[in-house]
């Protein structure tokens, strides 16, 4: 089956899935519900993503791309130069799912979190412009990538960025020593199950009960679908939402054991 095919399939399971909110019978489910999927306020913080993502929408010159298994999903994986226009148009978090992102750090307020995937900053710049004094650590593999992230970084004035270079492999211990106890973790550096589901059991021996995990792209193939339903099966993993292009789960030992399917 075709990647394209296996993506149509995803959505038209999840759509027939969909809950509406009338059958959010929890209590969290819903105010997740209603102060993150559903707040539709214009935040001041996401003008400045806006006008950072155009600025970039504009840059023409090709960076050296290192292929770690993380972006194959955007472009061919023998593709050595991408231009930084085609990346923050296909590969960097587009601006529905950016502000869901920093909707939800405004509301559950970690004071640390983690990325895997910096591509070139902006989901991060949405995390440090709805936290600003969280401790923020993201890891990319290519080089050029995370120079323009830091170029971003610095641009948009945030401080409490740190971007750390090289395999996931090697540098997911390093970020966990630093940050021992993240209250958030967000899973976008490798969209094939087996590296998701490694990093996944490397990062759950570090939750505590009010960490948050964020999955990207659960429908993207069947060997993401795959892991997302053995992540959201997990005997830690209380709460689980997939609202398609996105999984979160939650680990609060007062929730009772659900899963949930939400149209966004």
């Keep these: 089956m075709s990647r394209q095919v296996e993506a149509v399939v995803g959505y038209l399971k999840h759509a027939v899935r969909a809950q509406s909110k009338y059958h959010i019978h929890s209590p969290f489910v819903f105010g997740f519900y209603q102060n993150v999927l559903k707040d539709e306020h214009s935040y001041i913080q996401y003008r400045v993503v806006n006008r950072l993502r155009k600025e970039l929408e504009t840059v023409s010159r090709f960076i050296k791309r290192k292929d770690l298994g993380a972006k194959c999903k955007d472009f061919p994986c023998d593709q050595r130069f991408v231009r930084v226009k085609d990346i923050a148009r296909h590969s960097s978090v587009n601006r529905k799912n950016g502000e869901f992102l920093f909707r939800l750090i405004r509301q559950y307020k970690p004071s640390s979190i983690l990325e895997l995937g910096t591509s070139l900053g902006i989901s991060a710049i949405y995390f440090g412009l709805a936290a600003p004094e969280s401790q923020i650590i993201t890891i990319e593999g290519c080089i050029d990538s995370a120079n323009l992230a830091r170029e971003n970084f ?67 193939s069947a060997g993401m679908e795959d892991a997302w339903n053995i992540i959201r099966k997990h005997p830690r993993v209380k709460v689980s939402i997939d609202i398609y292009h996105m999984g979160i789960v939650f680990f609060k030992e007062e929730l009772s054991k659900e899963d949930f399917t939400i149209r966004f």
């Design 154 to 220: 610095d641009k948009t004035g945030l401080k409490n960025v740190q971007v750390i270079t090289g395999d996931f492999e090697d540098k997911l211990t390093i970020a966990l020593a630093a940050m021992p106890s993240p209250d958030l973790v967000f899973f976008d550096g490798n969209h094939k199950k087996d590296p998701t589901l490694s990093y996944f059991n490397q990062c759950l021996k570090h939750v505590h009960p009010g960490t948050i995990f964020i999955f990207d792209d659960i429908h993207w």
